[in-house]
């Protein structure tokens, strides 16, 4: 596993142009090199909203996601979805998805 160098971009580029249903969560599970919680992108400044009360606009984590990434996530966390910078906002986990990896 690696960690965060500075310079590492998102483990998938193209999950905003996955149409309208939104980016391909399932894909952006399986790119992902991280584990849940480990800091991989760098997250710094004032947020105007906390963490949890962002998250709460949101019916579920995979919804939250799908959001966080047409946002810039995982690289820029406009909505400080991803406060520890592991990619996976609001309590996402990309776990059940590389479970089911053949």
Avoid: I
């Amino acid at each position: 596993m690696s960690h965060y160098d500075g310079t590492r971009p998102a483990p998938v580029t193209d999950m905003t142009t996955a149409g309208a249903a939104g980016p391909n969560l399932a894909a952006y599970a399986l790119a992902a090199t991280n584990t849940l919680g480990q800091k991989v992108y760098e997250r710094n400044g004032f947020k105007m909203t906390a963490t949890d009360k962002a998250c709460a606009k949101f019916v579920s984590p995979d919804l939250a996601q799908r959001a966080f990434l047409e946002k810039g996530g995982p690289v820029k966390d406009p909505g400080n979805l991803d406060p520890d910078g592991d990619g996976f906002a609001c309590s996402w986990d990309p776990r059940p998805f590389q479970a089911a990896r053949p």
